[in-house]
C-alpha cells in the first residue's frame, strides 16, 4: 500500500500557536525530567499502556497510522541490501522519535481543541486520550478524511524540527526518553516494524501539548524508609 494515500485525521491546526516567539519554550516546561520519569513509567505500568500493548490493543488502526507515518518519512531513502526490512538502518539517528513527537503535539492540541479546551490548559490526561483513541472507528475516519478533500496538513517530522529551531533545548526531553526506549528495546524488534515502546514519544508529544499524566502511586523515598526501619 502506498502510505502516501492515507489521510492522516489531524483534526486543525491549533498547534501552530506553539510556534509563537515564546511558545516554544512554554513547550520545553512541560517536559521536565520528573515529568519524563512519570511518563515513563505510565507508559510501562500495568494500569498505563503496558509499554505500548494498550494501544495495540484497543486502537489497532491508530496504532498502524503511527507506525505508516514512520514510513512514510523513509520511502525515499536508500534501502540496504543486506537487510532491506530493518527500519534502523533507513530511518537514521532520532527521525522516528521526531515524527511520533510531531504527531503527539499536533493531535493532542487538536484533540483538546475539540473537546472544547483551551490548549495551554491541563486538565486532560493520557488515560483520557487512549479512551478516545479507542472509541473512534479510525478507518471511517481516514475515509471521511480522503473523501472530503480534506488536505494532509503538515508533516509532523517539520513540526518537530521547526519547534527545535525555535527551542533547540527541546532535543533533550526528546532524546532522552528515545533513549530510553532504545535502551527498553532490542534489536531484533526493530527488524520489520517500531517496537511498542517507540510510541512512549507520540505520548510526550501530547504531554507538551498540555494532555496531563494520570497520576501513578508515588513510590516510597528512601528517607522515609529509613525512618519506619529505625
Not at 500557536?17 to 521536565?32: K, Q, T, V, Y
Not at 518519512?73 to 530511518?91: H, M, Q, T, W
Amino acid at each position: 500500500m502506498n502510505t502516501r494515500s492515507l489521510f492522516f485525521p489531524i483534526i486543525d491546526e491549533s498547534w501552530k500557536r506553539f510556534l509563537g516567539p515564546d511558545d516554544a519554550s512554554f513547550l520545553l516546561e512541560r517536559l521536565g525530567q520528573g515529568r519524563i520519569r512519570q511518563l515513563w513509567r505510565w507508559f510501562e505500568s500495568d494500569d498505563g499502556l503496558r509499554s505500548g500493548m494498550v494501544l495495540a490493543q484497543e486502537a489497532p488502526v491508530f496504532d498502524l497510522l503511527l507506525e505508516r507515518l514512520c514510513d512514510d518519512v523513509v520511502v525515499s531513502e536508500d534501502i540496504g541490501e543486506d537487510d532491506p526490512f530493518s527500519l534502523p538502518a533507513r530511518l537514521k539517528g532520532p527521525e522516528w522519535a521526531h515524527v511520533l513527537f510531531g504527531m503527539g503535539l499536533m493531535f493532542g492540541s487538536s484533540w483538546r481543541s475539540a473537546e472544547g479546551g483551551d490548549p495551554f490548559a491541563t486538565e486532560r490526561n493520557l488515560a483520557d486520550l487512549v479512551d478516545h483513541l479507542a472509541e473512534e472507528d479510525w478507518v471511517a475516519r481516514v475515509r471521511h478524511d480522503r473523501d472530503s478533500g480534506k488536505p494532509q496538513g503538515r508533516n509532523p517530522i517539520n513540526v518537530t524540527l521547526t519547534l527545535l529551531r525555535k527551542e533547540p533545548l527541546l532535543e533533550l526531553p526528546i532524546d532522552a526518553l528515545r533513549k530510553l526506549v532504545t535502551t527498553a528495546t532490542s534489536a531484533g524488534h526493530w527488524y520489520h516494524e517500531l517496537p511498542g515502546e517507540a510510541r512512549a514519544l507520540f505520548f510526550l508529544g501530547a504531554v507538551a501539548a498540555g494532555v496531563e499524566i494520570p497520576q501513578q502511586p508515588r513510590e516510597p523515598k528512601v528517607a522515609e524508609e529509613a525512618e519506619v526501619s529505625s
